[in-house]
Antibody, heavy 120, light 110 residues
Framework: EFQLMESGGGLVQPGRSLRLSCAAS????????MHWVRQAPGKGLEWVSG????????AYADSVKGRFTISRDNAKNSLYLQMNSLRPEDTALYYC?????????????WGQGTLVTVSS | QSALTQPASVSGSPGQSITISCTGT?????????ISWYQHHPGKAPKLLIY???KRPSGISNRFSGSKSGNTASLTISGLQAEDEADYYC??????????FGGGTRLIVL
């Protein structure tokens, strides 16, 4: 069965960094583009970043560009999100999602999410 | 990267049909067929219901259907059931960003 499991969330002070991980299992990881999508408390879904299967194509939402870096290690079946210069508005549940297409969705499987709280 | 526009909430009684609209622009919905819909029960992972405007993934009930006209996409749920009560999100490819979501619609089953 397909599984995506996020980890690495937690409470962090504004301006600090955090690295999220997403471990994939049950499918051929390098056949798929992958994305991070977040949901702030009481808000809707917001796409954060996406990466192609071979890491050649990477994109970011304007709200995180220059602060967040997406990466993947196909040998470890893992997706990452390095988050620097964190702001209170980055507080959200962060999901990783699988993309069977070219990197613009759809997202056919999602993890359960990892919670990031940015607060002093 | 403006969000697509969805109604905040819709409601219907069991057995009825409802439609959720998703309005964008010629830079996203109007110019591309990479439109998808997701069902999200709080505390659970979002689920893909529709992709490429009207296609259903394996295992998704044919009570869920998608369509598009101009800059507006729509999700129709027929034969409403109690378990359909959830948040629904549209999503589209966009010129300004690979992906843009709608603001979400809360479906209330009366």
């Amino acid at each position: 069965e397909f599984q995506l499991m996020e980890s690495g969330g937690g409470l962090v002070q504004p301006g600090r960094s955090l690295r999220l991980s997403c471990a994939a299992s049950g499918f051929t990881f390098d056949d798929y583009a992958m994305h991070w999508v977040r949901q702030a408390p009481g808000k809707g879904l917001e796409w954060v970043s996406g990466i192609s299967w071979n890491s050649n194509n990477i994109a970011y939402a304007d709200s995180v560009k220059g602060r967040f870096t997406i990466s993947r290690d196909n040998a470890k079946n893992s997706l990452y999100l390095q988050m620097n210069s964190l702001r209170p508005e980055d507080t959200a549940l962060y999901y990783c999602a699988r993309d069977p297409s070219t990197g613009a969705g759809p997202f056919d499987y999602w993890g359960q999410g990892t919670l990031v709280t940015v607060s002093s | 990267q403006s969000a697509l526009t969805q109604p905040a909430s819709v409601s219907g009684s069991p057995g009825q049909s409802i439609t959720i609209s998703c309005t964008g622009t010629s830079s996203d919905i109007g110019n591309y067929n990479l439109i998808s819909w997701y069902q999200h029960h709080p505390g659970k992972a979002p689920k893909l219901l529709i992709y490429e405007v009207r296609k259903r993934p394996s295992g998704i009930s044919n009570r869920f259907s998608g369509s598009k006209s101009g800059n507006t996409a729509s999700l129709t749920i027929s034969g409403l059931q109690a378990e359909d009560e959830a948040d629904y999100y549209c999503c589209s490819y966009a010129d300004s960003s690979p992906v843009v979501f709608g603001g979400g619609t809360r479906l209330i089953v009366l």
